[in-house]
């Protein structure tokens, strides 16, 4: 089954300690990308990566980090989250000539 | 720079159809498309339109898409309580692969 996912669902955390958002396809997917989902804005791409080891950034990358090792993974880096990236986090991922983008579940988090 | 506006919330009666409006600015976009998020859950791909096309219909849904006044709509035909969620109009942007998004136009239906 194709799938994205995203781990963890929900998180609470703390000013400044640095966290992981992990994402994974099993669709052998080129392109993926990081949305953030707020009240208001909708959806609003952070970075994204058009294949292993190209990574370029979005609309919204400050406060954000990257890396596309390989192919089906590509994890978001908070080095130090500050309460202004509480949001909701998404995942998208699609082939080179594809129209159609496949989104995670999306991850909730909360920066106090 | 790019945009695209959505008004943020429309209220129907089961039954009724459903117009959700969307407009955006950049011309060169191959790809429109509509996104559903229910509560809770990420965003399913509803349907989508070419550049190069004035209407799709599929099943209850019915995009229109104006170049000229850049101005694309979805159409719910016989809307259900389940069609209540948030609707998005996207466009594709460049050839990075990067969705444009509206701010989401909450679609809340009644019995």
């Known amino acids: 089954e194709a799938q994205v996912t995203q781990n963890p669902r929900y998180l609470i955390t703390v000013t400044g300690k640095k966290l992981t958002v992990t994402c994974s396809q099993n669709m052998n997917h080129e392109y993926m990308s990081w949305y953030r989902q707020d009240p208001g804005l909708g959806l609003r791409q952070i970075y994204y990566?058009?294949?292993?080891?190209?990574?370029d950034k979005g609309d919204v990358p400050e406060g954000y980090k990257v890396s596309r090792k390989e192919k089906r993974n590509f994890p978001l880096i908070l080095e130090s989250p500050s309460p202004n990236q509480t949001s909701l986090y998404f995942c998208?991922?699609?082939?080179?000539?594809?129209?159609?983008?496949?989104f995670g579940p999306g991850t909730r988090l909360t920066v106090t | 720079g790019e945009d695209v506006e959505q008004s943020l919330f429309l209220s129907v009666r089961e039954g009724d159809s459903s117009v959700i409006n969307c407009t955006y600015t950049d011309s060169s976009s191959t790809y429109l498309y509509w996104y559903k998020q229910e509560p809770g859950a990420g965003l399913q791909l509803l349907t989508y339109?070419?550049?190069?096309?004035d209407m799709k219909q599929d099943q209850r849904l019915t995009v229109l898409l104006n170049k000229k006044d850049k101005h694309l709509s979805l159409r719910i035909a016989d809307t259900q309580t389940g069609d209540s969620a948030i609707y998005f109009c996207?466009?594709?942007?460049?050839?990075?692969?990067?969705?444009?998004f509206g701010q989401g136009t909450t679609l809340q239906v009644k019995p």
């Open positions: 339109i070419f550049s190069n096309m």
């Open positions: 996207a466009e594709s942007y460049g050839n990075t692969g990067k969705l444009i």
């Open positions: 998208a991922t699609r082939t080179g000539d594809s129209y159609e983008q496949y």
């Open positions: 990566s058009m294949n292993v080891e190209v990574t």
